[in-house]
């Protein structure tokens, strides 16, 4: 894991470097999901401390783990729920995630912003965005943002911090250049509209285009089977 973990910091570099990027502005997300406890004391090892997860249940169990793990007690892991979010497992979320990348409903918005005033505290939240219109993919379209972060701007337990899409699967990343270019724009206009929102995140990338997107703006990138290997669903 270590040759891949360095592997994958080497491209987001020269891939900054073709955009005139600085490599400290992209953050390398290690997607754990269904991977055991293990793979992610591996993977801290090598410098990762942020994971992605998108089973509630899943995030319970590793945070209970990481609790209790005394190589990770001074610098504890982050976790990002990247998954499709129930109504009701929001109420398990706050205090154990940082970042919620994949909110694709308003309904899912407003049980987030009951589940975390309960708790007061505030949710940071990306919004997912079906940038190709896939039928088999959740998410907002483009056309429909400006209306949703007005809405969600009105709730004073959530954040909007930016935008997250999941590309369509090709063989050839460069198919998936105009996706994160959309989805930056989408961000750029946002950010005019919406000057005091924190609009600074781009949730975009994983193991087969994350270069195309981190020339294309991407600031966090979400990467899994090339770090921890294929994944085996039981
Ligand atoms: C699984 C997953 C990833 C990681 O995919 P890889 O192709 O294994 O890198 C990234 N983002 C989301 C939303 C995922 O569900």
Do not use: W
């Not at 959530?158 to 998936?176: H, I, K, Q, R």
């Not at 989408?186 to 997107?213: H, I, N, R």
């Amino acid at each position: 894991m270590q040759k891949e973990v360095e592997l994958v910091r080497e491209k987001i570099r020269l891939a900054c470097d073709r955009a005139g990027r600085d490599s400290e502005t992209v953050l390398l997300l290690g997607v754990s999901k269904t991977k055991p406890y293990s793979a992610l004391q591996e993977a801290y090892s090598y410098g990762i401390h942020d994971f992605g997860e998108n089973k509630v249940q899943e995030i319970r169990q590793k945070y209970e783990m990481m609790l209790e793990d005394s190589l990770m007690k001074d610098c504890p892991p982050r976790f990002h729920m990247i998954g499709t979010l129930q109504k009701n497992k929001v109420k398990y979320l706050p205090g154990k995630v940082v970042l919620i990348h994949s909110v694709d409903s308003l309904p899912l918005s407003l049980e987030i912003e009951k589940e975390y005033a309960k708790k007061e505290t505030t949710a940071k939240i990306l919004l997912e965005v079906n940038v190709a219109k896939e039928e088999s993919k959740s998410g907002f379209s483009l056309e429909e943002l400006e209306a949703v972060v007005t809405e969600l701007a009105k709730l004073p337990h959530v954040l909007v911090c930016g935008l997250m899409t999941v590309a369509p699967f090709t063989e050839d990343a460069e198919e998936n250049r105009p996706v994160f270019r959309a989805l930056r724009e989408a961000l750029l206009s946002l950010q005019k509209k919406f000057p005091a929102l924190p609009l600074t995140e781009l949730s975009m990338g994983m193991s087969g285009d994350y270069e195309v997107a981190v020339e294309e703006g991407a600031t966090i990138v979400r990467v899994g089977s090339f770090i921890f290997g294929e994944r085996v669903y039981l």
